[in-house]
C-alpha cells in the first residue's frame, strides 16, 4: 500500500457560491419576513406594503436560486 493511492483519500467537496448570491439569499428572506411582519400588523397601508414585500421576497429569492444553479461550478 502506497501513500499516493487517491482512493484512501476522503473526499472534500467546496462550495463555489459567490458571495454576492449568497448575500441575494439573505436579502429577499429579510424582506420576505419583514414583509410576513408588516402584513400582520393589521394597518391597512402595512398589509399591502408586507404583501408586496413578500411577493417581491419570493421572486427575488427564486432568481437567485435560479441564477445559483445556472452559475453553479
Known amino acids: 500500500m502506497t501513500l499516493q493511492e487517491p482512493y ?3 473526499k472534500v ?3 463555489l457560491t459567490s ?3 449568497k448575500r ?3 436579502i429577499s428572506w429579510l424582506i420576505f419576513f419583514v414583509g410576513i ?3 400582520f400588523i393589521g394597518i391597512p397601508f402595512a398589509k ?3 404583501l408586496i414585500m413578500i411577493l417581491v421576497g419570493v421572486a ?3 432568481v ?3 441564477k445559483t444553479w445556472w452559475n453553479h461550478k
Open 8 to 10: 484512501n483519500q476522503p
Open 13 to 15: 467537496t467546496i462550495e
Open 19 to 21: 458571495k454576492s448570491l
Open 24 to 26: 441575494n439569499f439573505i
Open 37 to 39: 411582519a408588516l402584513f
Open 48 to 50: 399591502s406594503l408586507g
Open 60 to 62: 427575488w429569492f427564486i
Open 64 to 66: 437567485t436560486k435560479i
